[in-house]
């Protein structure tokens, strides 16, 4: 089965600076996607950045960006000049292939909730 | 807009009562999903449907159940057997044709048994 680390429960940020969020899987699939997504106080899941695992090219949204090794199985978030926005809770994301049942499952790590500093 | 809703989003209930959290969304989708949060346990899959009337059982099944007699609809029910009910549950939906889809989501339901 696959699974989803994320070993830092807790980050902190200068603003304006740089950070970057840990995030490891296992798996024995060829063909899966990554997500990173945000969670607010208001809860609401957002997401941040999407990777698709046959792209070498590293994924891009702006200010976020990801560092995806493959054969290492790790998919860190970098977070560049931060805003007080930002803070929040960060889970990265596993999407398996097709399942028998015709669908995709995701599964989720345990979270990094990112505090900015002012 | 098209969307997930969630409701209620706060609900109180006694021991050994079962509750029924509501999720409907308007965004055409036929996979959707129900997950559980807690603190430090990040999110936790407890059963994901593909179409009308089929669905599967995630990680955490144990004491919930769940229908889907339309494409928009997915309830939860929180069963007595659930022996830690006291969580906050998160409703999402994709569209598994869309191969770069992503997962929606609800704003959620806080559950607290009393």
């Known amino acids: 089965a696959q699974t989803v680390t994320q070993s830092q429960p807790e980050m902190s940020v200068q603003e304006a600076e740089t950070v970057t969020l840990s995030c490891t899987y296992d798996t024995s699939e060829s063909d899966y996607y990554l997500f990173w997504y945000k969670q607010p106080p208001s809860r609401q899941m957002i997401l941040v950045i999407r990777?698709?695992?046959?792209?070498?090219q590293n994924a891009t949204e702006n200010r976020f960006s990801v560092n995806f090794q493959k054969a290492a199985k790790s998919f860190s978030l970098k977070i560049s000049d931060s805003q007080l926005g930002d803070a929040a809770m960060y889970f990265c994301?596993?999407?398996?292939?097709?399942?028998?049942?015709?669908?995709?499952?995701?599964?989720f790590g345990t979270g990094t909730r990112l505090k900015v500093l002012a | 807009d098209g969307g997930i809703t969630q409701s209620p989003k706060y609900l109180f209930r006694k021991e050994g009562q079962n509750v029924t959290l509501s999720c409907e969304q308007n965004?055409?989708?036929?996979?959707m999903y129900w997950y559980r949060q807690d603190p430090g346990q990040g999110l936790r899959l407890i059963y994901y449907?593909?179409?009308?009337?089929?669905?599967q059982k995630g990680d955490i099944a144990e004491g919930y159940s769940v229908s889907r007699e339309k494409k928009e609809s997915f309830p939860l029910t929180v069963t007595s057997a659930q022996k830690n009910p006291t969580a906050f549950y998160l409703c999402a939906s994709s569209r598994p044709g869309l191969r770069t889809g992503e997962l929606f989501f609800g704003e959620g339901s806080r559950l607290t048994v009393l």
């Open positions: 990777q698709e695992a046959y792209k070498q």
């Open positions: 994301a596993y999407r398996t292939t097709f399942t028998t049942s015709g669908t995709y499952k995701y599964i």
């Open positions: 965004l055409n989708h036929d996979a």
């Open positions: 449907s593909q179409i009308v009337n089929d669905f």
